[in-house]
């Protein structure tokens, strides 16, 4: 069978599904292909839709994803976010194949370094707050009643307080009735922002901690079990009698899991809530830089394991267009997009910490100028 | 001289038409691109892991601690969970696996053998992340009373002391694997079974022996080598499984022989961590991922040949 004599006849069906086919396919990748991101360096005319990628942090995701639905309507900016991982945020914008990255861990020294070296000094732009419940499963005790401080937070991570009913919680909860049964620990078994800020609050209250242990997204732990993702670990909680984990805010809020009052640096007994998590940026000294994970804040209402999360940018931008449209979009997120946080259980950003972001925003330049024009 | 037909002078034989020129010149290209591509992964794979080769050297292999922060990893457990998993997945598999094929050859009546090898195969259909769900929801939850129990009775023993996890451990990941490697042993020892001469069993027949005599003196010993091969295939299978065994297995690392306790698997480590690892865990997951394939490619090779002088030949390709 030859092509001459398929188009003879012989077997027209399967010539013209072929050709059919392979038309259909060049139609699709001719539309999807749209327009290249070719980088004009003068004023463009400002009918052209810009678009803008970014990529990084899965928690802020859900956020995200409404924030660039609404700017879509209100400038015409298409932003397109792939949630692969805070990891994988910081490998994207320091290889350069996007626009912005986001985080919810500061870089460290060297992944700064290297970011440095490629394409300039990177921008930590707090977006939106989150914090780290820490959950039990106690028979009879309900959300909010078991109180912890930090050193037997730590000691019970550390594998070091291994019974319910040590006298350590017991001294703590005095009308709580604690069972003689052993401390099941869950932790993250994937690498996450999530670990990160916890192990950033275990490591600045306890020393041992610090020194056996460390803070990153992903630990060498001293025990127990270990989770795939917030629902790992919160499926762990509830099916195994006597466990404590830690989980995203937001996720223990929607599927109304017990959390624990932990004591914050002021010495209160403080629950989750998204008030408490604002409150962690505000009234404190934070750096200029906003590399600051605000964990054991000494505001006296704060939750005490509560974090940023940041978008990663370029200070010297290398497009106009891009960069207009970056320093425009993240404006409008640090004061606009603000007002959809509650709904969708994210913190928003206290006072302070918007007024130290517009300091960073502002200083976002394109040949020396400054991009923003607010 | 060999005729142009025999072993790889049948490619220099010359092609009848420009047609057979341009099929025999395809069909070259896609086995050996085929090659390519394995020796290309390993090559490639080598070249990635060689920081973490470097600075571990051998001692990887026998070091207990993964420790991301310190940039110090070894791949004991791993490797140790590995073989605990699959070990208690063929010990559950082969013996129910048997008794499903010698069921299906010799057993069932005949309008039960094709719904019943039908559902055997449709298990292997059964995405991984699927079965790694109910796993979780089903599976761990139910075995958990069974493990309560055993550690009572038998917590004496070191292999069933406490604590337990709610049903999460190397011993549940372990029956997962059974139920993934339960397929593939039953169609190949079912094959094995088939290829015994009928004369076998109805000599023993004839001279009195009961069916199960008949079944266990003739034809399992004529059939062991092929149902050696489907062991070692399943155990193949199990060793390379990554997503169900992942999600039930607890991620724990430490050495222990506590069935109940949560461990890692080599292909669990890498899953877990590869997604936001940076720096030398890169090269060290890479590493794990080397060993991994080591181990699989020999215990499928060795398979794939004894199932070949058993059955004469290999079945639907497996996997």
């Known amino acids: 069978m030859n092509p001459v004599s398929l188009l003879r006849g012989k077997r027209p069906g399967i010539a013209l599904a072929l050709v059919g086919l392979v038309a259909i396919l060049l139609a699709l990748s001719a539309t999807a292909c749209g327009r290249p991101s070719a980088a004009p360096t003068t004023t463009p005319t400002p009918a052209a839709t810009v678009r803008l990628n970014g990529a990084g ?62 394409h300039g000094p990177v921008l930590h732009v707090p977006m939106t707050m989150g914090a780290v419940a820490v959950v039990y499963n106690l028979a009879g005790i309900s959300a909010g009643q078991l109180k912890l401080t930090p050193d037997v937070l730590a000691d019970i991570y550390l594998k070091k307080i291994t019974k319910w009913n040590d006298a350590r919680i017991v001294q703590l909860n005095a009308g709580l009735n604690l069972p003689n049964q052993d401390i099941a620990v869950v932790h993250r078994s994937d690498g996450s922002g999530t670990t990160f800020i916890f192990t950033n609050y275990l490591s600045k209250i306890s020393q041992e901690w610090s020194q056996k242990v460390g803070n990153a997204t992903a630990v060498n732990w001293p025990g127990d079990i270990g989770g795939q993702g917030n629902e790992g670990v919160a499926g762990q909680v509830r099916q195994i009698p006597g466990a404590i984990g830690y989980v995203e805010l937001a996720y223990a809020k929607q599927n109304s899991i017990a ?80 007002q959809y946080s509650t709904a969708l259980d994210y913190a928003p950003l206290p006072q302070d910490a918007v007024t130290k972001a517009e300091a960073q925003i502002r200083s976002i330049t394109y040949q020396g100028q400054a991009l923003l024009q607010q | 001289m060999k005729s142009p037909g025999k072993g790889w002078r049948v490619l220099l034989r010359r092609p009848a038409s420009p047609g057979d020129w341009l099929f025999q010149g395809a069909a070259l290209l896609a086995g050996l691109s085929l090659v390519g591509v394995l020796a290309a992964m390993a090559a ?74 039908f559902l055997v195969e449709m298990l292997a259909a059964i995405p991984s992340v699927v079965l790694g769900l109910w796993g979780i929801f089903v599976m761990a939850p139910a075995i958990y009373p069974a493990e309560q129990w055993l550690e009572r009775v038998l917590g004496w023993i070191p292999l069933f002391r406490g ?57 399992l010993p004529y059939a062991r080598s092929g149902v050696i091969a489907a062991g070692i295939l399943g155990l193949g299978r ?30 669990s480590k890498i899953a877990t961590q590869f997604n936001e690892a940076s720096g030398l865990e890169v090269n060290a997951l890479v590493e794990l991922a080397l060993v991994l394939l080591a181990v699989a490619l020999i215990v499928n090779v060795a398979g794939r040949l004894l199932v070949r002088r058993a059955v004469g030949r290999v079945p639907w390709g497996g996997r």
């Open chain 1, 57 to 118: 942090a899965t928690f802020p995701y859900p956020l995200y994803s409404r924030w660039f639905d609404e700017y879509a309507k209100v400038s015409g900016t298409l932003v397109n976010y792939q949630s692969i991982g805070s990891g994988g945020g910081i490998n994207q914008i320091t290889a350069g194949t996007v626009d912005f990255g986001a985080s919810d861990g500061v870089m460290t020294a060297a992944q700064q370094t290297a970011a440095e070296q490629s």
């Open chain 1, 259 to 338: 959390w624990a009052a932990l004591r914050n640096a002021s010495g209160a007994f403080v629950e989750p809530s998204l008030q408490a998590t604002s409150a962690a940026a505000q009234g404190v000294s934070l750096p200029d830089d906003m590399k600051l994970v605000v964990t054991s804040s000494a505001n006296p209402a704060t939750y005490p394991i509560a974090g940023f999360s940041w978008l990663l940018v370029y200070q010297r931008q290398t497009d106009y267009t891009k960069g207009k449209a970056l320093v425009d979009m993240m404006w409008w997120a640090i004061h606009d997009g603000q």
């Open chain 2, 44 to 117: 490639s794979l080598l070249e990635t892991a060689r920081p973490a080769l470097t600075a571990f050297g051998l001692g990887f292999l026998f070091s207990s601690v993964w420790d991301p922060v310190r940039e110090v990893f070894g791949a004991l457990p791993a490797i140790y969970g590995t073989l605990l998993t699959s070990a208690i997945a063929i010990a559950v598999a082969v013996p129910v696996s048997l008794g499903v094929a010698i069921f299906l050859a010799e057993l069932a009546p005949r309008w039960l053998r094709t719904p019943v090898s």
């Open chain 2, 163 to 219: 604590p337990i996890f709610g049903g999460f451990g190397f011993l549940t990941g372990g029956l997962i694997l059974a139920i993934m490697a339960l397929p593939i042993i039953t169609a190949i020892a079912r094959d094995a079974i088939l290829t015994v001469p009928p004369a076998q069993k109805e000599a023993m027949l004839a001279l009195g022996a009961t069916r199960w005599e008949a079944i266990s003196r003739a034809i």
């Open chain 2, 238 to 267: 199990a060793l390379g499984e990554t997503m169900a065994v992942t999600m039930v297995i607890g991620n724990g690392y430490l050495l222990t022989g506590r069935l109940f306790a949560p461990g890692n698997t080599m292909a």
